[in-house]
């Protein structure tokens, strides 16, 4: 019995109605693989898009963070309930006291307190995460006392991201490669622009009409 038949249907009935450009999906179950696209993964150029496109996942690269520190976690090399100044001592925000007292755990569940939508262009060198990390020493405003709720905080997660690189001695990217995406054999996976064009790649929709997205970052 072939896996979701109408899984063609489901994702071209789907981009239609939310008015996607394109789209791709996969359900694996077992051994099995049901794998289904739709649409154009870049209006300009009409490009078809297919299972084996790549799409940016955003927020999604937050769960891989996430696992990178539990391995920390794992190894003994990182408490969730110690203050992340313990590991990065360059850590901190506007509130000193939060500053001190922000565990890792907090910011993994989104519940450090601070401002999450810090979105300043710190580049694309190595020492990028740490530049954005001394941003936050500055601009980060605490609008609750750490733990008591949650306040989706990418901010912190760009701070996770920098205790990685800290205590693995090497940049987020090359933690991420070397000990996750690489593992796995997620041989469709790309980091950075130049990464990605070696693919099938989409591009990014905005506006009404839509059109292509010329944000770079």
Request: net charge negative; proline share 4%; glycine share 12%.
């Amino acid at each position: 019995m072939t896996l979701l038949p109408d899984l063609q249907g489901w994702i071209d009935r789907a981009a239609g109605r939310h008015g996607v450009p394109g789209a791709a999906v996969a359900v694996g179950m077992g051994d099995r693989l049901a794998e289904a696209a739709t649409g154009v993964i870049n209006l300009n150029t009409g490009v078809e898009a297919t299972a084996d496109s790549l799409f940016q996942i955003g927020s999604v690269t937050k769960a891989w963070t996430a696992a990178l520190v539990m391995q920390l976690v794992g190894e003994g090399l990182v408490d969730l309930d110690e203050p992340v100044r313990r590991y990065l001592p360059e850590f901190g925000v506007l509130d000193a006291a939060a500053a001190e007292s922000i565990t890792v755990r907090q910011l993994l569940s989104h519940t450090g307190g601070f401002d999450g939508d810090l979105f300043e262009d710190t580049g694309r060198g190595d020492d990028a995460v740490a530049k954005f990390v001394a941003f936050m020493r500055g601009n980060a405003r605490q609008v609750s006392g750490p733990g008591e709720l949650f306040s989706y905080c990418n901010a912190g997660y760009c701070a996770l991201g920098a205790l990685v690189a800290r205590l693995r001695g090497r940049t987020w990217e090359a933690a991420m490669r070397e000990l996750l995406i690489d593992p796995l054999g997620a041989r469709h996976m790309a980091l950075y622009a130049e990464e990605a064009i070696m693919f099938r790649a989409a591009v990014g929709h905005v506006g009404e009409p839509l059109r292509v997205s010329p944000r770079r970052r």
